[in-house]
Each structure stands twice: as C-alpha cells, then as structure tokens.
C-alpha cells in the first residue's frame, strides 16, 4: 500500500526580484490552466494526457512561455482537478422534490452538468521533483521559473533534521506546489511511501466512529467504552462565521467582497485544524492494528432544525469527507486502517434486539428507545455502536456488512 503526505515548507526570499520571478511564473501557468480547462470543456471532457500533449503543447509553450516541463505539468493539473470534480460531483447527487407526489429523487451528475469551464483563478504552479525543483545539500530549495532557477531558504529552525527524517530510503518525493498565501510563500511537497498492507488477523481494536454537528465524533471500541468528542465550540463559531458572512454579502461592496474572501480561507484553514487534531487524537488514542469505521456518507443529508438557525443551511459534507481523509493517512502511519460501511439504518438500529424503527429516534432529546426491547441510549452513541458492529462483521469477513430492514421489524 502506498501513502501520500504533503509536507508545507514557508519560504524566505532573499530579494524582490525572485518574488517577481515567483509570481510571474504563477500567473502564465493560471493563464495555461485556463487555456487548457476550456479546451477540454468544448472537446467533451477528453481528458487523455497523450491526446492533449500532441494537440496543445506547442500553444502552451509559444503562447505563455512554458518550459517543456512546465507545459507538461499544465495539462496534468487541469486533468487532475476536473478528475476532482467528477469525483465530487458523484458524491453528492442531484436532489429534487416531485411536486405532485411530494417525493424526493436523486440523479448522479458528471461532468456533462457544468455549465461554463472550470476557472483557475488563484496563482500557483505544480513542480516536478529534480526538473523543477530540487533540496540541496546547504539545506536551501532550488525552484525553476520562467527567468531561471533560484534559491530560496526555508522558515523553520532545524528544517535540515526535520526534512531528513523523508530522507531514510523510504520516502519518494514528487510534485511540489508553489503558491502565496496571506502575503507569505510557501511550497507544498507531496512525499510518498510503501507501506505493508493490513492484515485483518494482527487487529486489536476495532473503533466504530460516528460523524456528526453535535458531536464531532463519537466512539465506541469492543471493550464498550464510548468517547464524545464535543462539537458545540465549532457550531459556535461556525455560526459566527456565518452570521458575519450574511452581513458582508448583504453590503456588496468591493471591500465586503474581499473580507468575505479573507473570511473564507479562515474558516477553512480553521476547520482543516480541527480535522487534524481529531484524528490525529483518534490515531493515538487506540494505537496500532486498529480498524477505524466510518459511515459512508455520500449523498447522506443531514436533519437540520435542532442546529442554531445560521447553520440549518450549510453543507458539512466537506468537513466530513476532509476528517475521513487525514484519519486515513495517519491510520496507515501507524499502521492501521480505516473503511467506510453503509450507513443504512445505523441511526435506527436497536444494538441489543436488532429492531430497526426510525420513531425509536428522539431528535429533541437526543435518545434512542427501543419499543421492543426498552433499550435506551444516547443516540450518537447507538450510531457508533452500529457502525462498531459492521467493522466486526467487516473482519468476519463480510466485504459490504450493512443492516437490511426486516419484515418483521
């Protein structure tokens, strides 16, 4: 099994002219980002890296000044995002209400559904390890741009001992990614390594995570002990976020345009915060050999009105998807793994009788109360439980273990 990184290195440029160099660079690459996106919308979405090479290389170069490398990396990104896109798409299904019979339908979307060419609008450029970029013994980066290669030095203190830790024999460097952020520089590194796969017969814990606004995560383990991880802060300042973000919207104005841009990327770098403290605890937390469940959540819709009324109508989905993602790579660190099972009837499940019911629920109180059996338990906690079992099923060796609703149920 092979697991992907990205290591984040802050730059110090020595001089103006390597921030104009930099920033030249970025900006023809956008521009070749944007030439090759719209070709590929009008083509029907050919997307053949051999196909686009033979027809838009020698634009690429003439047209923005490319290197060879660079124009090759052009089509690879604007590939890689559409590819993306498809991928997000798929996840999240078109939904529409009949309005003769009140039901609800989805309809899978691809690509076909856009309207207008994916836009590249912020600056940066993908660099190919030892063609574009290379770690030199002095312990400086060097970077190609269209003026040349320079060097620049990395902010951090002890970044040689840091960076040589990748330098063992184990790590493959790649693509790194050059692009400013907040006025300050940086360069994403993706590193790759070989890691032995999981073997289902060396598992000592098996944690059943339960996603969600109230709670971040709850778990539960096959000892049967729960965890709450409280999520009430973030709703909080999502809230905040929101609130704040309704008033610049309601202004208008230039500047309420560029606050709300600012706002944004805040939010976000926040959010991605949290998502790795959460799983990085959840990785210590039960150690190695573990098998981490999730719920797969595509196309999941989530209820709404016991949330502060500034989130009811906010998507989470991202959130989700993003914790899901780090918890997975720093799972295979240690390893372990994480799988995601249906989340079918795992809100409505009675963990000790089987009954599945969805009035058992009481969204209000957060309770889950068996009518059959008299079971009750706090309902994240029931939805972790479930989702524990299937993993355990999952081990059994059942490929897709999910809950089937009875018709005795």
């Known amino acids: 099994m092979e697991i992907q990184i990205t290591i984040k290195v802050k730059l110090n440029l020595a001089n103006a002219e390597i921030a104009s160099s930099f920033t030249n660079t970025m900006e023809q690459y956008r521009l070749a980002c944007n030439y090759v996106s719209e070709y590929i919308f009008n083509h029907d979405f050919d997307m053949k890296q051999s196909r686009l090479n033979k027809v838009l290389y020698t634009n690429l170069r003439s047209l923005f000044m490319l290197k060879s490398q660079m124009a090759q990396s052009v089509i690879r990104t604007v590939i890689a995002r559409y590819k993306t896109v498809k991928t997000q798409m798929k996840r999240n299904p078109y939904k529409y209400q009949d309005i003769n019979t009140g039901e609800w339908y989805r309809e899978i979307r691809d690509l076909t559904w856009l309207q207008k060419p994916i836009t590249f609008n912020r600056p940066q450029v993908d660099l190919q390890r030892n063609r574009d970029w290379s770690y030199l013994s002095s312990g400086q980066l060097s970077i190609n741009t269209l003026n040349g290669r320079v060097k620049v030095n990395p902010v951090c203190h002890g ?39 999981f073997d289902n017969q060396t598992v ?4 059943g995570i339960d996603r969600g606004l109230r709670f971040l995560a709850t778990t539960y383990d096959e000892q049967g002990q729960t965890s709450f991880f409280d999520g009430k802060t973030v709703m909080r300042k999502r ?9 610049l919207q309601a202004k208008g104005t230039k500047s309420a345009k560029r606050r709300l841009k600012k706002l944004s990327g805040r939010e976000n770098r926040w959010m991605t915060d949290v998502n790795h403290r959460l799983s990085k605890t959840l990785v210590q937390k039960f150690g190695s050999n573990t098998l981490f469940v999730l719920e797969d959540l595509t196309g999941v819709s989530f209820k709404r009105t016991d949330l502060p009324k500034a989130l009811r109508n906010q998507n989470k989905s991202w959130a989700f998807y993003q914790l899901a993602q780090f918890l997975t790579y720093k799972a295979h660190l240690n390893n372990s793994e994480v799988i995601e099972v249906s989340a079918q009837y795992t809100s409505q499940r009675c963990p000790k009788c089987g009954t599945i019911k969805k009035s058992n629920r009481n969204h209000d109180l957060h309770e889950y109360h068996c009518s059959n059996c008299g079971y009750r338990s706090n309902d994240d906690r029931l939805g972790a439980m479930n989702i524990h079992l299937l993993g355990t099923q999952y081990i059994s060796g059942q490929e897709q273990p999910k809950f089937e ?4 149920a």
């Open 204 to 207: 000592k814990h098996v944690a």
């Open 405 to 408: 609703l009875t018709t005795n």
């Open 159 to 197: 970044f040689d001992q840091y960076f040589d830790q990748y330098f063992d024999g184990t790590w493959k460097f790649g693509l790194a990614k050059l692009l400013k952020t907040g006025g300050k520089w940086y360069l994403h590194i993706s590193a790759t390594k070989t890691v032995a796969n």
């Open 239 to 247: 809230a905040k976020y929101q609130k704040l973000r309704a008033k």
